[in-house]
């Protein structure tokens, strides 16, 4: 029944993955110069950070019965633009201006598509979305890193890049037929053979029926609980009414041993801000405080069974600070939150553990078009600190230094990704003479890098943020000075460059998830809201305003030198030389946020 999130992850990856060969073609048979394709390439980049909200929020979740349509319609008029360019004859004297308007186009319909495929995803996975979300992703990732390859062998022979008009079309036909036939509602957990007691939150969720159950309380078992081995793929959105909890680490010899055993947080590879380790009560006493869970029925007061409330706006956004932190939010703002939530489902994508560098950035419009609270306050900080008190200026002021630098960190690595990656493809074909699969093996381990970097930085990064993100910096000054070192006769270029398009594809994947999950403790007492919206100025810095400078910037940085010889292109050195120095700047910014990663 999972078999149309699947499908349309493909479809998208299909029609996606001629992308990356676009700058080879636009040099080679419409003769843009480097310059010009980097301003083509920047205006859709620019165009997602208001286009990726208004059509997700403001237009489809404010008619879901028609997300199917507006996926298909979104499709086809991306398409037709994208092919537009393609159909452009070569050196025409209107094909610069053409060229711009079909990426204006590009950047309004097409874009959106990645997010508005996410939406579709989280609302039919319904309460399975926090378990099965990243799972439908990969397909699409894998779908992506099969094609890329795939086209590079085809372009070996195909001179004239007919193989990109053939894939776009395949792909976009597929996404066409999938999205008017895809019925964007929660699926049926019975067709799925779960229950409902499967989408519990596994910290609260009641013990298993055994004799200790009834004998460790006088209470009865329903006031007994487990705290499971994994809680990293569970939903955190549903939790049942108790009154107290206990912590179970054992079993009566004449019982079967219970499905779950305790095991300390620590052993999860996740941080529980203040809660003490031994201390379960405190996850309830910080669940209220929150206004995660609604007040507790009669029948549980009164000493009834335990039943479990539906809690529906999704605001758990992190295993990482998931109902850890007290927030200051007033009543009257949970409640605007909840009206918010209920009107735009699709903001559960920017509360999603580790989300993808798209999917935060639809929260901008909403908070510059409403007064709702996706408002900040002051400098992402609440605002209960008195002026009067020494320490807690000193506070606030650390904090707004760490949420500046963090962006500011964010910003210089979206720019560095675009001046390393923007226009590489013609670098490595016509400045080291690197044939079309040799390029489309390196396509294809970005897109493996990309599936890889999340499960690596969630069970193993982690245990060293603060000495990963000096790693990762580094190995992108490593990367950058790696590519001017490459000469065409030399042995072994085409597996170099193969590593080092692994190494760097890591590299910024990882510092961005290791980035999104530091707001929770850059922003330790602030409000959900405000740790939203901080996500979305770092997902519009990563990935939209920062590729979109880096990659105008790469192609002035290339034009600035004449080509030496056929092979080689000084302005490329210069661009990777300049690639460096962000990458630098950039580490020497991360200072402001990362030494946090040390204190947990």
């Known amino acids: 029944m999972l078999f149309w999130p699947k ?7 299909i029609a996606s993955s001629a992308r990356p060969y676009l700058p080879l073609y636009l040099s080679h048979l419409l003769g843009f110069s480097c310059s010009a394709i980097g301003i083509l390439l920047a205006v859709p980049l620019a165009l997602r950070v208001a286009s ?19 996926m298909a319609l979104l499709t086809a008029i991306g398409t037709a633009a994208l092919i537009l360019i393609l159909w452009i004859p070569p050196r025409a004297a209107f094909a610069w201006p053409a060229a711009l308007f079909c990426m204006v186009l590009d950047g309004i319909f097409y874009q959106p598509l990645t997010v508005l495929i996410d939406s579709a995803i989280i609302k039919i996975l319904g309460n399975l979305k926090m378990t099965y979300y990243d799972s439908q992703r990969q397909w699409g990732d894998l779908a992506g890193a099969l094609m890329a390859v795939s086209i590079g062998w085809s372009l070996d022979d195909d001179h004239d890049f007919d193989t990109l008009m053939g894939t776009i079309l395949i792909g976009a036909v597929l996404l066409f037929l999938v999205s008017l036939s895809t019925t964007v509602i929660p699926i049926d957990l019975a067709q799925l053979g779960l229950s409902d007691e499967d989408q519990l939150l596994p910290l609260l969720k009641p013990l298993p029926a ?19 081995i994994d809680s990293r793929h569970h939903s955190y959105e549903q939790y049942p009414q108790i009154e107290s909890i206990h912590i179970v680490s054992a079993y009566h010899y004449n019982d079967p041993p219970p499905r779950y055993t305790y095991k300390p947080y620590c052993l ?10 031994e201390d379960a009560s405190m996850l309830q006493r910080t669940s209220s405080q929150n206004n995660t ?26 295993q990482y600070w998931a109902n850890t932190t007290t927030a200051s939010t007033t009543a009257n703002n949970i409640q605007q939150c909840d009206d918010l939530f209920a009107a735009m489902p699709s903001l559960q994508l920017a509360l999603m553990p580790s989300p993808p560098p798209e999917t935060p950035m639809i929260v901008l419009p909403v908070a510059c078009l409403s007064n709702l609270p996706l408002h900040l306050n002051g400098n992402d900080m609440p605002d209960d600190c008195s002026d009067d008190d020494d320490d807690d200026l000193q506070q606030d002021r650390a904090t707004t230094w760490s949420v500046y630098s ?31 699969h040799v390029i489309g093996m390196i396509g294809m381990v970005s897109m493996a ?45 085409h597996a170099a ?47 939209s305003i920062g590729p979109a400078v880096g990659a105008v910037a790469t192609g002035f940085l290339v034009d600035l030198y004449d080509r030496e010889n056929i092979l080689t292109y000084a302005g490329f050195l210069l661009s990777y030389r300049c690639t460096m120095a962000v990458v630098g700047i950039s580490l020497v910014v991360s200072r402001g946020w990362s030494p946090s990663l040390e204190e947990q």
């Open 497 to 543: 460059v193969v590593a080092l398009q692994i190494l760097q594809a890591l590299s910024f994947n990882v510092l961005w998830y290791i980035a999104v999950e530091q707001v929770d403790a850059v922003l330790l007492v602030a409000g959900q809201h405000q740790r939203m919206m901080l996500r979305g100025k770092m997902s519009a810095m990563f990935y």
């Open 268 to 277: 999860f590879n996740e941080q529980l801000s203040h809660i003490s380790e």
């Open 52 to 70: 990726l909200g208004l059509w997700t929020m403001l237009v489809v979740d404010q008619r879901p019965l028609l997300h199917g349509f507006f």
């Open 293 to 318: 869970i609604k007040a507790p029925p009669e029948s549980i007061a009164s000493g009834g069974t335990t039943t479990a409330t539906i809690d529906t706006p999704f605001r758990s956004s992190s």
């Open 406 to 436: 963090l962006l500011a960190t964010i910003f210089l690595i979206g720019s560095a990704t675009t001046m390393m990656n923007s226009l590489a493809y013609i670098y490595l074909h016509d400045g080291l003479g690197l044939p079309m």
């Open 7 to 13: 499908l349309l992850s493909i479809a998208h990856a």
């Open 210 to 228: 055994t004799g200790l159950a009834a004998t460790m309380t006088g209470t009865g078992a329903t006031n007994l609980h487990y705290i499971p």
């Open 449 to 493: 890098s990309k599936a890889i970097a999340k499960p690596l930085v969630q069970n193993w990064a982690n245990r060293y943020s603060h000495h990963v993100v000096v790693v990762a910096h580094l190995t992108l000054i490593f990367c950058a000075f790696g590519y001017t070192l490459l000469k065409p006769p030399e042995l072994g270029i």
